[in-house]
């Protein structure tokens, strides 16, 4: 699941970095938010904090050390949240 996140996180920065107009981008987005609605409906459903730390890490590419300064966390808490996170999709994915 983490590299799944990473990858998604990755080739979505690339095509909007890619994009000639905001509009292009703003196109990419939703169709990659359309194409992911189950992944991000399984993100949000975790606890806020861990919702709100993968969010920020794998969605909007941000590092531990700067998510832990955005959320006024420290960043082994961030880490923990991570982990905390990941575990939840994952055990959510091997569910039914």
Known sequence: MHDLLRLY????????????????AR??????VE??????ARVRSLPRR???????HYFAGYTLKETALILDIKE????????????GLRHYHKMP
């Open 9 to 24: 996180a990755q080739r979505l920065s690339a095509e909007n970095a890619e994009a000639d107009r905001p509009e292009q």
């Open 50 to 56: 861990q919702c709100e730390v993968i969010s920020l």
């Open 27 to 32: 196109y990419r987005l939703l169709g990659w």
């Open 76 to 87: 082994g808490t961030a880490r923990k949240y991570v982990h905390q996170g990941l575990n």
């Open 35 to 40: 194409g992911h609605i189950d992944l991000i």
